[in-house]
């Protein structure tokens, strides 16, 4: 039995280099990614990013066709998944339908050759972090929803492992419970200082638990960071879509400029605006502009912009959307936040538009 | 809904056509029981009166009780190793990566494809080179590769229905693949394993063909002693001997249902 | 799968050695010594099968089996389909009824359903001695050893590996389909021919192929019911082997029919489901 290592390294891991494939299907294509130790990392993408094959890899379920993975600096990459000693919390919370409640959550001490008093008292101690403390006899399927997902947690956290895995955990829980555990997870996981690498395909959820998010699509990192930094600065036009909602427009480079520049871009269909180059661009290159749709202003007066039309304006209370036909076309997304004092607009009002040079990304897009 | 007259009459027919095919399946069987009680020595429907005579006679011939303990034997050891041998390679089957695996999936179905007069045969035919026939060995090798399909099936049905994910969960809790298969798997295949026990159990005790080439005149199997006497006599006591097994597959078919019943319970609250 | 909880080849084919072992003992290697037997003795080649296939006595049985298990088939296919349609749209206690009225005789002993259907035909049988009640004969008549109670009593032991495959099709036909059928002007007749037969044709398939295979070589309603005038293939082989010890002529026999076995098999190798026969209990 390996007793909790009081290093503050040990709840570390480095993926290096990570490929998985099956068939000709990357699922996983030369992934590398440093998740520190005590950290909640979030792996978000769509379905058949390979956010789950990362996590059955770490978990040892997967075994990689190139790449490998450290623990503490230890290889681990080809270590069964029963002697990893991480903890793992599945979708569907599968919890043992034989066993009670506290036979569930002492069934990793028992694996551990732990005594049966032992197993008890730190079984009842792990289902109280989770607040459980009445329902030790229970059968998991007396339990709702949330209570499960609660006993599993305790399950997996139960011999104090360095790393709890958590593999979609909410996406059975209704909206409500689900931000409910979002936060009651997010505490927890200060509480004790465990590390957490968190699998999941919403964002919102990725935004609010981690203090990183891993961006992954078709096998591939996107980008990695805070979520602050993904939503302000996404460094890839997928990331960009991806995370938020965000208006797309092509058009061309008016000027050379390098990666973090401002950069003048000629749209299809209109004037040159401001925008701030992403990558290394050459005068005349082809760009994507990405604009957040609250980003967008309606300019007073006569000011110089974008000409575009009201199509249909949309209340929901907390903010007014704009949809917008721009010259050539373009349909854009305004949203006007409620009780700023922002000038608003109706269906069929012409409204010219503008944006700081720093809310508009500009993407190259490869020739 | 109603879908007018003419649709009625003609589900009325199919109800009734469908309850008349019942009472076929079952009332020949059926129609033993009253008369395996009748005092007579000769079968007559409806009985003359109520005696248990029969049944005391079968209870007193001694070549009657050695054929059933010998067959009990046999049943018994039977459903011990296809169940052993089966739930193995169910196992093998689904959660292994077999080389020739068709192979083996054929070998199967293979002792239910092949007709059983043929393997009778033949292992008739090999069991005298090797002296088997009348031994207690031979009956249960026989035995157990007629009921290993049924087995192998069974429990396969067992693992499908079984959530592999709980494997995967009970090794992330630090368990070995054979703690998992102890904690984990096995008790949540059990029942079905253990229907595929009592389906090996009947399939042997009930089994005509195999046994009635590969008895000897001293040992010879409970359905080879009934065949012999169906074929020379129709006695009442055979009719005792028929309601008796009847009853004994009623029992096992009740205990697989019991169990069945309560491994879906075990399912839904799973789900639920 | 998931590579981290398969067993590798080495544990997998470890797992399966105890069947494998019992199935070339007893199986594989009992066939091949029964096989080689019917082609080298006495001589090595075709002999043994030539007299099978030559001598008109042979033929006449073969025959025979093939029209019996045929009839029986086609009778099973007709009393098993209202009793599966019935089936298909029962629930709770209907079809746990009639589940257990197709189980119970699926897995009673076949010698006691047959001695049943011995005790019902015999010449004082009792369907001899209720027509004489009732008056409808005065002489008790010949029932048993008829060609007719062969296939009345075999397609009875027969008749649950009909229903079950029938069963299994027509329950995977919802509900909603006939009844679009009829809400687009088909008449009960119509929906029955254009929608419901042709999507129950694989449990049709299956079914038939079961009873005609097990019709094929049964042997002991055969045996006990026709006796020797109505004798089936998987008789003869019987009468060569335990009356004139004939081994190598019982192999070609047993040869022949494995022959017709195996082509249809491969022939239907998608109908043959035995899971439909297990795990419904």
């Known amino acids: ?163 709890l895995l958590m593999d979609e955990p909410l996406s059975a829980l209704d909206k409500n419970l689900r931000e409910e555990m979002q936060i009651e997870i997010k505490h927890l996981q200060r509480e004790i200082g465990i590390t957490v690498v968190f699998v999941t395909h919403d964002q919102t959820e990725a935004l609010t638990m981690a203090d990183r998010v891993a961006v992954l699509d078709h096998g591939r990192l996107q980008q990695l960071g805070a979520p602050r930094e993904l939503y ?97 076309g373009q349909v854009l997304r305004l949203r006007i936040p409620a009780g700023a004092g922002l000038p608003e607009a109706v269906a069929g009002e012409a409204v010219t538009l503008g944006w700081q040079a720093a809310d508009a990304r500009a993407f190259g897009v490869a020739p | 809904m109603s879908g007018g007259a003419p649709n009625r009459a003609g589900r009325m027919a199919v109800n009734a056509a469908a309850y008349a095919v019942t009472v076929f399946l079952l009332l020949p069987t059926l129609i033993i029981i009253p008369m395996s009680v009748g005092p007579e020595r000769f079968l007559r429907f409806p009985p003359a009166g ?58 199967v179905v293979g002792p239910v494809i092949v007709p059983h007069v043929a393997l009778a045969v033949a292992m008739f035919l090999v069991f005298e080179r090797l002296r088997l026939t009348g031994t207690l060995l031979g009956f249960t090798m026989a035995h157990t590769v ?36 102890r904690h984990v798997t096995l008790p949540l295949i059990a029942p079905g394993v253990v229907s595929a026990a009592l389906f090996a159990f009947i399939i042997s005790f009930d089994e005509p063909v195999v046994s009635f080439f590969i008895s000897a005149l001293d040992r010879k199997s409970l359905p080879r002693k009934m065949f012999e006497d169906i074929d020379y006599n129709i006695s009442p006591t055979l009719a005792a001997v028929a309601t008796m097994l009847t009853a004994l597959t009623v029992l096992a078919l009740l205990l697989g249902f019991v169990l069945k019943r309560a491994a879906e319970r075990r399912a839904a609250a799973r789900s639920g | 799968m998931l590579g981290g909880r398969r067993f590798s080849p080495a544990a997998s084919l470890a797992l399966a050695a105890p069947f494998l072992l019992l199935l070339l003992v007893v199986f594989i290697l009992p066939l091949a010594t029964l096989l080689h037997e019917s082609l080298f003795v006495p001589s090595p080649g075709l002999g043994n099968y030539a007299h099978a296939l030559e001598e008109p006595v042979y033929l006449r049985v073969m025959l025979r089996t093939l029209r019996i298990a045929f009839l029986v088939t086609l009778l099973a296919l007709v009393l098993a389909w209202p009793l599966a349609w019935v089936m298909s749209r029962s629930r709770g206690l209907g079809l746990a009824l009639l589940g257990a009225a197709v189980l119970l005789p699926l897995w009673t002993s076949v010698l006691v359903r047959t001695y049943a259907w011995m005790v019902l035909l015999q010449r004082n049988g009792v369907i001899n001695q209720m027509l004489a009640r009732l008056g409808l004969i005065e002489q008790p008549v010949r029932l048993l050893y008829t060609e007719g109670a062969v296939v009345l009593a075999m397609a009875h032991v027969l008749l649950p590996f009909m229903v079950l495959p029938l069963y299994s099709a027509l329950k995977g036909i919802p509900e909603d389909y006939p009844r679009a059928a009829q ?99």
């Open chain 2, 50 to 107: 109520f005696s248990l005579r029969w049944y005391a006679e079968y209870f007193r011939d001694p070549d009657w009780v050695a054929a059933t303990l010998f067959s009990l034997e046999v049943a018994l050891l039977t459903a011990l190793c296809a169940t052993v041998a089966g739930t193995m390679l169910a196992l093998a089957l689904v959660r292994g990566r077999l080389p020739g695996r068709g192979l083996v999936e054929l070998l």
């Open chain 1, 1 to 163: 039995m390996r007793k909790l290592d009081a290093d503050r390294n040990a709840g570390s891991i480095s993926i290096e280099g990570l490929t998985r494939r099956f068939g000709a299907v990357h699922a996983v294509d030369g992934v590398s990614l440093d998740i520190r130790a005590g950290e909640f990392l979030a792996l978000l993408g769509p379905s058949g990013s390979g956010k789950t094959t990362i996590l059955m890899s770490i978990a040892g379920f997967e075994y990689p066709d190139e790449g490998r993975i450290l623990l503490g600096g230890e290889d681990i990459t080809w270590l069964p998944p029963n002697r990893r000693n991480l903890g793992m919390v599945f979708q569907r919370y599968t919890l043992f339908p034989h066993m009670s409640v506290l036979e569930n959550i002492a069934f990793p001490l028992k694996m551990r050759g732990l005594g049966r008093a032992e197993r008890e008292e730190r079984a009842r101690a792990a289902l109280r972090t989770v607040r459980l403390d009445q329902l030790g006899e229970r059968r998991p399927a007396q339990l709702s929803g949330g209570q499960q997902q609660r006993v599993a947690i305790a399950r997996a956290i139960v011999y104090r492992p360095r790393v």
């Open chain 3, 183 to 281: 809400m687009l002007g088909a008449s009960p007749w119509a929906t029955f021919r254009e929608v419901v037969w042709p999507l129950c044709l694989p449990g049709v398939t299956s079914g038939c192929l079961m009873v005609f295979l097990l019709a094929l070589g049964f042997f002991v309603t055969p045996a006990l019911i026709g006796g020797p005038q109505q004798m089936m293939i998987a008789t003869l082989v019987s009468q060569q082997v335990r009356e004139l010890l004939d081994w190598p002529f019982a192999g070609a026999l047993v040869g022949i029919l494995l022959a017709f076995v195996l082509a249809l098999v491969l022939l239907f190798r998608r109908a043959v489901r035995l899971d439909r026969f297990v795990g419904q209990a």
């Open chain 2, 146 to 181: 007629l009921a290993l399909p049924f087995v192998v099936f069974t429990v396969l049905a067992a693992l499908y229905r079984f959530d592999a994910e709980l494997e995967r969960a009970a090794l992330s809790c630090g368990a070995g693949r054979l703690a998992t298969f």
């Open chain 1, 232 to 328: 302000e600065a996404p460094q890839t036009e997928f990331v960009a879509g991806f995370i938020g909602e965000t208006n797309f427009w092509s058009g061309s480079a008016a000027a050379a400029a390098a990666p973090g520049e401002a950069v003048g871009v000629r749209l299809e269909g209109s004037g040159v605006m401001p925008a701030l180059a992403v990558s290394r661009v050459a005068a005349g290159d082809r760009v994507r502009l990405a604009l957040r749709p609250e980003r967008l202003r309606i300019l007073p007066g006569a000011a110089e912009g974008v000409p575009a039309l009201v199509t249909e304006a949309i209340y929901a209370g907390n903010a007014t959307t704009l949809m917008l036909e721009a010259a050539g």
